[in-house]
């Protein structure tokens, strides 16, 4: 009797390259139409793991030679081991001025937190790369310009309890954490982010019960800092609690894991993930250059498990500010079953003047998008209007005016046309 060796794992991309598991012996029958001898047929298990790039392959033997993959495609490890310090960052990237000049004008002022994952994507050559500007701080962070201020959204004025934002009539916005993997550098929450408040079980406690409270509250919207990073059972308990509430039809989560940690969308996570539904969840997602396999793959693990999956992008001067970019990065997330869903313009918190762009600029990009690719790819652009005002969507001119009975309307390439409209009847 021959002996076959095969390996299993629930799909190419989760084979191993550390030394498989001890292969275990096993019979399978054959099935067929007529009985046949059933060789004996020896499995090996391998653990699965994330496919990891070339390029990260190369930075991880570079600047952590004492880890394996098993400890690269670890997210606990991901997290320990962050890049938190001027010193630690300077041996990855070859430093500017503007970028070292920031760390000794304010050091207690730069929370700083990039995962080495992450890290791995950034040129370290080249400061004016699209990664690299969104993570790493300069000293256009200390310039504070007109109209810029600390809560720009004014989501301190629409919270009753801490923890929790409550501004538009059926749902709620609950900040489960103030920690992220990876700061990004236009955080609209910047005043708050940082590994120095951990989640308090009195405030999560105070945020449910206004939700038990007010039977208005239909959606509740999971974000931080970012709920991935909780480890699974607390994330599963504060699920539980929110979907056991029986006014509650909805949950989001919003999260940048899938970008910056792609590694913590585990099969374990996926199980927790699964056991609610309706669970939607917003990625925030930034440039092409953060559409690796690693990110395909976990966004793959998020679709496959039938969590629908939109993203969120805020537009930034200088790395997605361009049709090209931006078209790249849409088509690129429909790839992986990504909807484009929100195109934000930058909110103005301190420091942000570097970062934003002209309306004007974001409107072209839309004209540019509509009608020239498919609608899927085309999100809504908005201006989360300051003070509080909710999310605005702004819109080319398609409307030129009425005539005749006639709403005058003006396609995608610039052609006139006319719908008898009832208007006034």
């Not at 699965?48 to 033997?61: E, G, T, V």
């Not at 953060?290 to 498990?305: K, N, S, V």
């Amino acid at each position: 009797m021959n002996e076959k060796m095969i390996s299993l794992a629930e799909d190419p991309s989760d084979i191993s390259e550390e030394p498989p598991e001890p292969p275990l012996p096993l019979a399978i029958p054959f099935v067929g139409t007529e009985a046949r001898p059933c060789p004996a047929v020896r499995l090996r298990l391998v653990k699965p793991s994330f496919r990891i790039s070339a390029k990260a392959r190369n930075f991880r033997l570079r600047f952590f030679p004492s880890a394996g993959q098993a400890d690269w495609d670890d997210w606990n490890w991901q997290l320990a081991n962050r890049v938190t310090s001027l010193d630690r960052l300077g041996q990855m990237l070859h430093l500017t001025d503007t970028e070292t000049q920031v760390f000794r004008d304010r050091p207690d002022a730069v929370p700083l937190s990039i995962t080495p994952y992450y890290a791995s994507l950034l040129d370290p050559a080249n400061p004016s790369q699209a990664l690299r500007r969104c993570v790493v701080p300069t000293v256009f962070e200390n310039l504070l310009s007109p109209g810029e201020t600390r809560d720009p959204l004014g989501e301190e004025n629409d919270s009753p309890v801490p923890g929790l934002v409550h501004r538009y009539p059926d749902r709620v916005l609950f900040l489960a954490t103030c920690a992220c993997s990876t700061y990004c550098r236009y955080c609209t929450r910047s005043r708050a982010v940082g590994d120095a408040c951990p989640p308090s079980a009195e405030n999560w406690e105070r945020a449910l019960d206004y939700i038990r409270d007010h039977a208005e509250v239909r959606d509740v919207l999971v974000s931080g800092g970012d709920p991935l990073t909780l480890p699974d059972d607390v994330l599963d308990w504060l699920l539980s609690r929110i979907s056991a509430i029986p006014h509650v039809e909805f949950i989001r989560i919003g999260t940048k894991v899938p970008a910056v940690m792609p590694q913590r969308i585990t099969r374990a996570l996926i199980k927790v993930l699964r056991g609610y539904r309706p669970l939607w969840i917003s990625i925030h997602a930034t440039h092409p250059d953060e559409l690796t396999p690693e990110m395909g793959q976990a966004c793959g693990r998020l679709a496959d498990a039938g969590i629908p999956l939109g993203s969120q992008t805020v537009l930034l001067a200088g790395i997605n500010d361009s049709l090209e970019t931006l078209k790249k990065l849409y088509h690129g997330l429909l790839a992986m079953r990504v909807r484009p869903y929100y195109l934000y313009q930058c909110d103005p918190i301190c420091g942000s003047n570097h970062f934003r762009t002209s309306v004007r600029k974001g409107l072209e990009i839309i004209q540019g998008l509509r009608g020239f690719t498919s609608g899927y790819a085309v999100p809504s652009y908005v201006i989360d209007a300051p003070g509080g005002g909710g999310k605005i969507p702004l819109l080319p001119d398609y409307v030129i005016g009425r005539e005749e009975g006639c709403l005058v309307l003006r396609n995608y390439e610039g052609k006139v046309f006319r719908y008898p409209d009832k208007a006034g009847e």
